[in-house]
């Protein structure tokens, strides 16, 4: 039978890298089939030429055996191709059939048919067994009906082929869940599938076909009835990861971060951190497990100073720091390694000198008065290259020519060069090489045993698992459960991110 | 374009790269200007011809230019400011009203002796610039409302202020014309050559202004905080920045050089203040921003080619029946090519230089 | 402190301020028996004619009454606490200061109040369209600072249209034209060159200054020489409506006010569009 999508050698170059290299990989009807990469591995790459939005320098890609030539978006989509992106394309202010008939409006004379078209989205809903609120503004709706919302456009547009592209990163346990009942169904309605993630659990849950991305190449293909856990991860990172590192047993000291009572609304004015309260002791690693969303984000920012609490005390050594801003809290000592590195770590226009002294700029040696001491920021920047081993031409070269992982380095060793009582590090490795996550991993610890009392907080449970010396589990904005690092458990901590309480040490 | 990051192959290749465009996209501009001119049946020779000689043809021709080129240093340099905090100060025009007239009414109702008086004169109109850009920055900073919104309104209250300012409480009874009284002598900043090349110490004054912005840019903390806020406020929110206060000090800085630019065409050059004085400096000033490249120093020949083509075009007209207009039309040209630099690129087949490029402005409302 | 000084309170303070302030001004400056009177002619009345009607206001009462009106207004906003009206309030206010001036500038005289409204109407119909063509784009993400630009450079190729083809109807249509082209100026800068759009704006406005100047010289000008001569558009008094009294001559017998009614409802069925497209699509502004 001819596969719905096929594509041959295909090839993508970018300065300095190969996105893609002569990647081959088809897709049947009726079929789920996932590909499995680290971040970075080529994914995205190649489904943006499936998309249309990148054009491939070699290859060939054929859809039910006919080659095509995709140019853009819409050349997709006419052709049956409905993408799910990772980050939502839809209007928040607009309903979801307003979302869902965008470009592709039912005209009555002048007006939009909009009876017809809500008409029409629920005959695909019931088909499908997608519920939806045909009526509801997108804003109001939680990320996994609105995920749903992009389903339905998809196949409002007639698409046989979906390419869901990380669809669980911003998903509850239960919602996972739900989204897998979904794509059963379509796939059961003879939609075809691409199901893309790094999460090895859940393609060998849901997966008929994996095929594993690596730098670019395809490096196999395998079914979940041959393949575990294990042998995917080798495959994926192309030797067997260990993830455990190498530390000592924490030696806590005093309390350093006292956060008491803390309440934080979110940007739309939602209670996103209820009455969290914590310790976190010198020389320890505290870490904060949790589904994207739950609250930790704006846990990170209230606590350095980003934005402001409602209610609660932060106390960083003794010195009150609550809504007194970022420099406050810079000053008192403590250190923040972004979620985000383009958007708060790293001005990508500076230099990495500069970028190297952004939270210390005004201080001595830096600055001498009011004028910038360029000599001390260059040998500054220099001594933590060498460090921090970032892979650079010149400590004059703009931090946007770096890598992602090399940039996360300048962050980290911008970070940790100053004297610091409390490092807060959110999702410090997301994104990276293997090779840097270690590398910032044994730099989170040595900060741990200079007497730095850090925060942890990520998304990946196994960096959680493998840093922390005791564990917060953060649900629906509330710290909900404190498990010391020795008897973690992954099942329970699972579990209780999903906001499964059992019974035991909670707090 | 910026120079955060400095490649390590020597200045002059920068600079190269940096004025390649904007020297090409002025090339470019004026070739569309003669088929303009061709077109209209006029003699290209001429047209040109009497733009070039009346613009740098005489010594006296180019201390005019110069005296044009003026107040475009200023209000390039206040566009420039807040360009890199990102910021779109639009409201030169009303800070230069504002400059002025503080400068107009120091120097002619307050007594003062010599030096001192020109002196405060001066500060009064930066002062008075420096407070109206202020405001629209306290506003953003505060209410978050945009700059160009409350700028272009901020202009409309200045302009019709200012009118009213000298058209009644001080207006010149002894004179027919609309202006306020004559500065006094002790409040005058001196010609340089002579009233009869009528180039003045202000232009001296714009171009010390120049070097002290390029270096409190690049060499100071508050120059940091600026930079930082306008490539990626943020990070330097992160960063323990006072965004906030970085935004008002902007638009102060900015409002201080257009401030200065009515000072100096009040206490050097008029010596009054006539009703609707500073028309079109504003957006000329956005022009002179954009081709400078946001390099400060880069203000000073961006101004001159302005004043050039301002003080040419009179020539221009005279010898071949052109209509003064075409200056205009050039000068747009000018910017639509420097702003889509790409244009430029294509036709002259220049690569694209890697990393590259300034963020303005954003849009309404993050 | 944030208790006492309520926006509604503030507003208040305002409008009684305001009131006082009137009182003050008619109690020197108008005589007590001052009249003002507000002429209504009839639908198609000339100047001369007999009036519809002549209301007859005595100044200084009514200036009192309505600054009466405002403090009783205030005290309601106070007690009530209804800050949802505090705007239509401050409207309010705005509105008796400008009658007010309107009443003083006419003590013992008069008036023709229908015909000020109608030029009123008259005199906001280009910002009225203006304002339409800035909420669009605006609906869509697009930032025009260029709407004078437009304007200008419409309005001078549109009147060399008229004066070419001596037929303003012409001029209409080549003006309109001649409005979106330009806009595809900004369109082709901020999307496929990426330029910032409140440069293009600025190149727009700067280039319809510098356009329209030189064709006014060496076109415009040359034309009215040869004998060609400006036609208007035809006044349309729509019939029935435009026989209203007051209604009719300000609103149904103008040249081109109707636009903006036109206009208004014309982008519903892509508004939606519009506002998703955001930076990706140039609508066809309409002027």
């Known amino acids: 039978m001819t596969p719905v999508l096929e594509v041959r050698n295909l090839t993508k170059r970018f300065p300095g890298i190969v996105a893609t290299d002569a990647v081959n990989f088809t897709l049947e009807k009726g079929e789920i089939h996932a590909l499995l990469g680290e971040n970075g591995a080529g994914k995205s790459t190649l489904m943006n030429m499936l998309y249309g939005l990148y054009r491939p320098d070699e290859g060939h890609i054929l859809l039910n055996g006919q080659e095509v030539h995709i140019h853009g978006a819409n050349d997709a989509i006419a052709r049956g191709m409905g993408m799910v992106h990772q980050h939502f394309m839809l209007v928040p202010t607009l309903t979801v059939t307003e979302n869902i008939i965008l470009g592709n409006e039912v005209i009555k004379g002048v007006l939009i048919d909009t009876a017809t078209a809500e008409r029409r989205i629920k005959e695909l809903a019931t088909t499908f067994g997608l519920d939806i609120p045909v009526n509801a503004y997108v804003h109001d709706l939680p990320v996994g009906v609105q995920q749903r919302v992009e389903i339905v456009k998809a196949l409002y547009r007639s698409a046989d082929v979906l390419i869901l592209d990380e669809p669980t990163a911003v998903l509850t346990p239960q919602e996972a869940d739900d989204l897998f009942v979904v794509i059963k169904r379509l796939k059961a309605q003879g939609k075809s599938i691409i199901f893309i993630s790094h999460k090895l659990r859940e ?17 196999g293909s395998t079914t979940p009835a041959q393949a575990n856990e294990a042998s995917l991860a080798s495959m994926m990172v192309g030797r067997d990861v260990v993830l455990q590192v190498d530390k ?60 402001n609490a409602t209610h609660g005390q932060i106390t960083l050594d003794g010195e009150a720091i609550t809504n007194q801003g970022t420099n406050r809290a810079i000053d008192a000592g403590m250190g923040h390694i972004p979620e985000d590195r383009h958007h708060h770590g790293l001005v990508l226009s500076y230099s990495i000198a500069d970028n190297m002294v952004l939270s210390a700029y005004d201080t001595p040696p830096f600055a001498r008065g009011y004028i910038i001491n360029e000599q001390a920021i260059a040998q500054q920047a220099d001594t933590l290259v060498k460090r921090f081993d970032v892979r650079t031409s010149s400590i004059n070269a703009a931090a946007s020519t770096l890598s992602g992982g090399n940039q996360q380095k300048v962050v980290v060793a911008r970070e940790l060069a100053r004297p610091l009582k409390v490092l807060v590090a959110a999702q410090p490795t997301r994104g990276l090489d293997v090779g840097s996550i ?32 005791r564990i917060l589990v953060m649900f629906r904005g509330q710290i909900i459960a404190e498990i010391a690092g020795a008897d973690a458990d992954r099942n329970r901590i699972g579990l209780l991110m999903a906001g499964v309480r059992g019974t035991g040490a909670e707090a | 374009m910026s120079t955060e990051h400095v490649p390590s192959t020597g200045a002059w290749r920068i600079w190269a790269t940096t004025f390649l465009v904007p020297v090409l996209a002025i090339v470019t501009a004026l070739v569309i200007g003669a088929v303009i001119i061709v077109l209209t049946g006029a003699d290209v020779v001429a047209a040109y011809g009497g733009l070039f000689t009346g613009a740098i043809g005489s010594p006296r021709a180019i201390a005019y230019t110069l005296v044009e080129a003026t107040p475009y240093i200023f209000g390039g340099l206040a566009v420039l400011i807040g360009f890199r905090a990102g910021l779109f100060n639009i409201g030169v025009e009303g800070q230069i009203a504002v400059g002025s007239m503080c400068a107009a009414i120091v120097g002619a109702f307050v007594t003062l002796p010599p030096v001192l008086h020109v002196i405060v004169a001066f500060l009064a109109g930066a002062a008075g610039g420096a407070m109206w850009g202020a405001i629209p920055g306290w506003l953003r900073a505060r209410t978050g409302a945009h700059e160009v919104i409350t700028t272009i309104m901020f202009n409309y209250i200045a302009i019709r202020g200012t009118d009213y300012l000298i058209k009644v409480p001080f207006l010149d009874q002894e004179s027919s014309s609309q202006r306020t009284p ?100 504003g957006f000329d000033s956005i022009a002179i921003a954009l081709l400078a490249a946001s390099n400060p120093i880069g203000v000073i020949p961006a101004a001159i080619f302005w004043g050039a083509l301002r003080n040419g075009a009179g020539l221009m007209q005279l010898n071949s029946g052109i209509s003064i207009n075409l200056i205009n039309i050039i000068q747009a040209l000018v910017i639509a090519f420097v702003a889509a630099d790409q244009i430029v690129r294509q036709i002259y087949r220049i690569r694209t230089a890697r990393g590259e490029g300034i963020t303005l402005s954003r849009g309404w409302g993050r | 402190m944030q208790t006492l000084f309520t926006r509604e309170r503030i507003i208040a303070m305002i409008g009684m301020l305001t009131a006082v302030a009137l009182w003050l001004l008619v109690q020197q400056s108008v005589p007590g028996d001052a009249i003002s ?27 009192y009454t309505l600054a009466g009106l405002l403090v009783v ?29 309107l009443l003083t ?94 440069i293009s704006g600025t190149v727009i406005n700067i280039l319809a200054v510098g356009v329209t100047g030189y064709l006014r010289t060496s076109v415009i000008l040359p034309l009215q020489t040869t004998g060609g001569r400006g036609a208007s558009l035809p006044q349309f008094n729509i019939p029935l409506l435009g026989d209203i009294p007051v209604i009719g001559p300000m609103f149904f017998q103008h040249r081109v006010s109707y636009v903006v009614g036109v206009a208004h409802p014309s982008h519903w069925r892509t508004s939606a569009r519009r506002r998703y497209d955001g930076h990706q699509r140039q609508p066809a502004t309409l002027l």
């Not at chain 1, 393609?203 to 490096?219: F, Q």
């Not at chain 1, 610890?445 to 998304?459: E, F």
């Not at chain 3, 207004?73 to 008796?96: C, E, F, P, Q």
Request: include cysteine; charge should be neutral.
């Open chain 1, 203 to 219: 393609v060998l849950a849901i997966a008929d076909r994996i095929s594993v991305l690596r730098r670019g190449k395809l490096v």
């Open chain 1, 248 to 307: 000592a047993p924490a030696q806590p000291g005093s309390v350093v971060l006292d956060v008491a009572q803390l309440n934080v609304r979110d940007e739309r004015g939602n209670t996103a951190v209820a009455d969290v309260s914590f310790q976190l002791r010198r020389g320890e690693i505290v870490g904060i497990a949790g589904v994207q969303g739950n609250g930790q984000t704006e846990l990170v920012a209230a606590i350095t100073g980003l934005v």
């Open chain 1, 438 to 469: 270690e590398f910032i991993h044994k730099s989170i610890v040595a900060a741990r045993d200079s007497g730095t009392g850090v925060l942890l907080v990520s998304a990946e449970l196994d960096e959680i698992l493998s840093l922390s010396d």
């Open chain 2, 182 to 281: 004559y500065i006094a002598t002790t409040a005058e900043i001196p010609f340089l050559f002579g009233e009869a090349y009528r180039l003045h110490g202000g232009f001296l004054i714009a171009v010390a202004a120049t070097f002290v912005v390029a270096w409190l840019l690049q060499r100071t903390i508050v120059g940091f905080e600026i930079r930082t806020a306008g490539a990626n406020p943020d990070a330097a929110h992160y960063a323990g920045m006072n965004v906030s206060r970085t935004i008002i000090i902007t638009m102060a800085l900015s409002g201080l050089m257009a401030g200065m630019a009515g000072a100096v065409q009040v206490l050097g050059l008029e010596h009054n203040l006539k009703a609707s004085f500073s028309a079109g400096y």
């Open chain 3, 37 to 63: 009177t507000l002429r209504i002619p009839y639908a198609y009345g000339a100047p001369q004619d007999a009036p519809l009607v002549d209301i007859m206001l005595p100044t200084a009462l009514t200036i």
């Open chain 3, 73 to 101: 207004g205030a005290v309601y906003l106070i007690v009530a606490k209804r800050v949802d009206r505090a705007a239509t309030y401050m409207g309010g206010v705005i509105a008796v200061v400008i009658f007010s001036i």
């Open chain 3, 105 to 198: 500038a006419i003590v013992n005289d008069r008036t023709d109040i229908v015909d000020m409204l109608g030029r009123m109407v008259r005199l906001a119909t280009p910002i009225a369209l203006g304002a339409i063509a800035g909420i669009l784009c605006e609906r869509s993400g697009v930032v025009n600072i260029a709407v004078e630009g437009i304007m200008l450079f419409a309005a001078c190729v549109g009147f060399i249209a008229a004066l070419a083809f001596a037929n303003p109807w012409m001029g209409l249509i080549v003006a309109i034209l001649a409005g979106g082209a330009i806009v595809m100026v900004h369109a082709v800068l901020s999307l496929h060159y990426k330029t910032d759009q409140i």
